[in-house]
């Protein structure tokens, strides 16, 4: 009889409750705190249930919402890096790779080689699963952003035109219809549209 | 042309960010503070995907997964009432009733009537899907509490005997393996198993 899964697989819920203690730069709605990665994975899911009928292409609903919740876990050993503060993301890429193995592997093999595939998937943001969940991603941190009245896009000092360049092509390829009201978002905080701000003077 | 259902869509998101904000009797496994519902809902997502195999009866993964990434969405309207804390618990069933009217109701009517339903049926606990959602949502924070010194257990003074009477059903009814496992970790905090503690002569 092959031995039971149960406690590998309860060693893994365990050590995952350690994302809820990393902490984003997006703050919450009422700004009370800053957004950790847990609570911000469980709001991607709701974000693909209640809006994969503006997915770009034919998506599992399933499987993005899968990617959604696993996508951050790799944080749990490599932190966050804040999407706005690029010089933060050297060597990022392979921490995170690292952290899969590990976080990943403490799952019976089966089970970690599904959730392994399936976080590279999202990541390299190819399939059109993949292509809407880094959609979701892009995009609830600029809601949030909105909301408060700038958040992260005042924090970090960035344009419009960075937040154009950094941000539509990802939402985009996912979702046009998200980038339609994302753009109108970000024009409405961050205004003009023409790339004539001070900062873009370099 | 019928209206864009982004915008209700939208709002609906934005709302729920207070589920961030509702916090738990159950501790963190590093015990730095206690839990909120929406990364208890994003944790407990995982348990669903990870541990299906132990399910009871034949479950639908998807359905169970938005079982729980909505359950506690209700709380934001209702708060939350702990499990060990009975006396909390009067009219909490209407409160609830009437939050996921409001709060599901913030979506399109095709939408809003299918999270309506996948929450009652999860109060239900009645179905193989919703069983086994329940089963979950009981058996995390024991987890938590073998974790934690008790956690929970020791903060409410609950017997081995209450802790039987209250998490056996549901928990067996999901998944009779994950009860064996709950069982154990009770008993190896709580013993003895006898039921002749003091607290168990009336």
Redesign the interface.
């Known amino acids: 009889m092959p031995s ?3 406690p590998q ?2 060693t ?3 050590e ?6 990393v902490v984003r730069l997006t703050p ?3 700004r ?1 705190r800053r ?2 990665s ?2 911000h ?3 991607l ?3 693909a ?3 994969a ?2 997915a770009a292409g034919e998506v599992d ?2 499987r993005v ?2 990617m959604l ?2 996508h951050d876990i790799v944080e749990i050993d490599a932190g966050d890096v804040p999407f706005h503060v690029p010089e933060s993301h050297a060597g990022q890429a392979e921490r995170e790779r690292l952290a899969a193995e590990r976080l990943f592997g403490l ?1 019976p093999e089966a ?1 970690a080689a599904e959730f392994r595939e399936l976080w590279f998937e999202f990541e390299a943001a190819q399939s059109d699963d993949a292509k809407f969940a880094k959609a979701l991603d892009r995009f ?1 941190p600029m ?2 952003n909105a ?1 408060t009245e700038g958040g992260t896009w005042v924090e970090c000092a960035v344009t419009l035109e960075q937040v154009k360049q950094r941000c539509r092509p990802p939402i985009e390829k996912g979702s046009p ?1 998200l980038w339609a ?1 994302a753009e109108q978002m970000a024009e409405a905080h961050l205004g003009p549209a023409d790339g004539e701000t001070p900062d873009q003077a370099a």
């Open positions: 039971s899964p149960l697989q309860l893994f819920l365990r995952i409750d350690r994302l809820k203690s919450l709605l009422d009370s957004e950790n847990a609570e994975s469980w709001h899911a709701l974000y249930l209640v809006l009928e503006h609903v399933l919402v899968k919740l696993i799952l089970q609830q809601l949030h909301a219809a009201v």
